[in-house]
Every structure is written in structure tokens, then in C-alpha cells.
């Protein structure tokens, strides 16, 4: 099943699909997968194996935490998979973690990532006190896996020809790919 949108947003239109699928593909199989303490979901681009991912911070009593509750950050696998913080241009322009707004009993939030303002991502625990990003795909609420970004390093800054965002329909179970074209 598939389902396309046009989406305006910040002064650009945005073509998205959204399809079913058997499972959560690897769009590219040889970049590893990372497997962080509360990580929430992760971002791999086209042009390297680094990573960015990004995590829930639990406090001592196993709620998300309300000074700083989701980090971002890379991993440099293409080096030596060491962890690295976003630069200040990496944080507010492309992958920071904007706009957070605080709610719910476990300290659950919703937040934005800087380049992709139109979309929400809310950050609860699931009901085994485990950290999960929701964001709504379609008329769907989908636990996100993974962001794969096809970006173009041609000029003087990258951009992004297209993002495909993977998750599970938190009703359905079934595996959601959102296909992303700027228009």
C-alpha cells in the first residue's frame, strides 16, 4: 500500500510516499548499525558511514530527563566509530534537536530535528520503560527506526535529494517506509 502528499513547508514543497513493508530494510547493509544506551533512532547518510544517533536521557529515578532529555550526536564509524558532538552549524542548521516541549507523567517531550521543522517527534517510555520516538507518518503514529539521507556533496554546503524514514505502526506492527523528495 503506498500513499503520496505534497507538503509545503519552510517555503518548500515536499513530495512524500508512504509505503508498507515486509520489514525495516538496510539501505546500506555495509555501514554498521549502532546500538546505543537509550538510543531513540539514528540517522545514516549517503556519503559516509558516520552516524548520527539519537538518545533519551533517563534520570536516576528512570524518567526522561527534563533539563536535557534527547541528545544528538555522531559516530565516526568511517574513523574508529568514536562518539563526537554535533558543531554548532551541524546543530542549528541539519541535525540539532529544536523546539522541545515537556509533558506527560514520565517526563515524556516532543521535539524537532533543525532541518526538518514540519515534523514532530514525540519521546515517551514504552511499557517496558524503554525509551521510543513517535512521529506521525501519514495518519499513522509509526516508532521510528532509522533516517536514510541520499545527500548530494556537490557544492558548497550538502543537501539532502531525498530521505527515506523508517519505522513500525505502533497499531499495526507493520513496517512503515516514509520516501521524502524536495519538489
Do not use: C
Not at 44 to 58: D, G, K, L, M
Amino acid at each position: 500500500m503506498a500513499l503520496a502528499a505534497n507538503v509545503e513547508a519552510n517555503g518548500r514543497e515536499l513530495v512524500s510516499q508512504v509505503t508498507e513493508l515486509d520489514h525495516i530494510p538496510s539501505v546500506r547493509p555495509e555501514f554498521p548499525v549502532p546500538n546505543e544506551p537509550n538510543m531513540l533512532f539514528y540517522i545514516q547518510r549517503s556519503v559516509n558511514s558516520n552516524t548520527v544517533i539519537y538518545a533519551a536521557n533517563i534520570d536516576s529515578n528512570g524518567s526522561i530527563d527534563s533539563t536535557t532529555p534527547v541528545v544528538a550526536y555522531w559516530r565516526w564509524y568511517n574513523v574508529d566509530g568514536h562518539k563526537k558532538p554535533l558543531n554548532f552549524i551541524e546543530r542549528m542548521m541539519a541535525y540539532g534537536v529544536k523546539s522541545v516541549a515537556r509533558g506527560g507523567s514520565n517526563g515524556a517531550v516532543t521535539f524537532k530535528v533543525a532541518a526538518m521543522p514540519e515534523r514532530t517527534i514525540s519521546v515517551d517510555l514504552d511499557g517496558h520503560g524503554r525509551p521510543e520516538a513517535l512521529m506521525k507518518i501519514g495518519e499513522r503514529w509509526v516508532k521510528l527506526d532509522y533516517v536514510y539521507l541520499q545527500v548530494d556533496n556537490s557544492g558548497l554546503l550538502p543537501s539532502v535529494t531525498a530521505m527515506d524514514i523508517f519505522g513500525i505502526d505502533k497499531l499495526s506492527g507493520k513496517a512503515l517506509r516514509d520516501h521524502i523528495v524536495p519538489h
